[in-house]
């Protein structure tokens, strides 16, 4: 099995993430996380753009917004051959960590009311479903908010 190596994205990931996005997230809508967009991420100092690197190439990755006392995970994706090996989980888990260091205790995030896997995975992760807003996609999709209390009980202990 190939290591995964979790770090910041480099100058050149955008690309790359972009594309994974339309594919995995997008799907289905208009792509607003283009290549500028999600540069403009990966410079901003309130952002983090997140990358899990498997054997060279980027398998996964994560855009978090941090504010005084929350964070927002924007984007969470990982490559369909990379899922299931606990990439999703290393990703939060290393934005989670931050947060707090960076006195953010909570974190919230939407996710498609149509994406059962993920609205399982982030269940599994100790997030709880705090509303549900439609039309949030595009006035396409409705979408569910879930939010997890950093000073809870670590759900992955």
Request: aromatic share 8%; proline share 3%.
């Amino acid at each position: 099995m190939d290591a995964i190596l979790i770090g910041p994205a480099k100058r050149g990931d955008a690309p790359r993430l972009a594309a994974m996005s339309r594919r995995l997230v997008e799907a289905g809508l208009e792509a607003c996380w283009t290549e500028h967009r999600i540069e403009r991420q990966r410079v901003d100092p309130d952002s983090i753009v997140l990358v899990a690197r498997v054997a060279g190439s980027i398998g996964g990755f994560a855009i978090m917004q941090y504010g005084d006392d929350a964070a927002h995970l924007n984007l969470l994706a990982v490559e369909p051959i990379h899922q299931r090996r606990g990439i999703g989980r290393m990703l939060v888990g290393w934005l989670e960590d931050t947060a707090r260091g960076a006195g953010a205790f909570r974190v919230r995030l939407e996710v498609r009311d149509t994406n059962h896997a993920a609205r399982r995975f982030y269940a599994a992760l100790g997030y709880a479903q705090r509303g549900w807003v439609r039309g949030y996609y595009q006035a396409q999709e409705d979408a569910l908010r879930f939010e997890r209390d950093l000073r809870e009980r670590d759900a992955n202990a």
